[in-house]
């Protein structure tokens, strides 16, 4: 079994994307794991489930973590990625037995994106690192 790591992080709301993507890596460091983890970006969040799907069926991966934030406007436009996104990613895990972690931020504020992304309320890209790197470990107990 491969024991390297995905991370895909969307370029959309970047401000917000990288500070998830520098916890996340942290998380790896903390854990002896840093060297193991590779990092794309796509252009958003509606575009992370088809890159995170070719990457889980590659079968290099042992987990995938998916950053990004999907702030709710003034348009339909988050219906029509946020959910989408969260579904798409659960189908590609449940499909293929690789982690994919949902580390997408749908927030209806800026604020509440900032909050958390490191501002107020912790990471949740470390969140998101810590739940790949426990899933492996329980994923592992049925092998």
């Avoid at 991370?7 to 959309?12: D, G, K, L, P, T």
């Avoid at 990092?39 to 088809?50: Q, S």
């Amino acid at each position: 079994m491969n024991l390297r790591h995905l991370i895909v992080a969307a370029r959309f709301n970047e401000l917000i994307t990288k500070s998830l993507v520098e916890s996340a890596l942290s998380v790896y460091q903390e854990q002896g794991l840093a060297d193991t983890v590779d990092v794309v970006w796509v252009p958003g969040a509606f575009e992370i489930p088809v890159a995170a799907a070719r990457a889980a069926r590659s079968k290099r991966y042992a987990s995938i973590v998916c950053l990004g934030a999907v702030i709710r406007g003034e348009t339909p436009h988050f219906e029509y990625v946020a959910g989408p996104c969260a579904s798409g990613l659960m189908n590609i895990g449940i499909e293929t037995g690789i982690p994919t972690i949902f580390g997408v931020l749908t927030t209806n504020t800026v604020e509440q994106a900032l909050n958390r992304a490191g501002l107020k309320l912790g990471n949740k890209g470390a969140e998101a690192a810590l739940t790949a790197i426990t899933m492996v470990k329980t994923l592992k107990q049925f092998d």
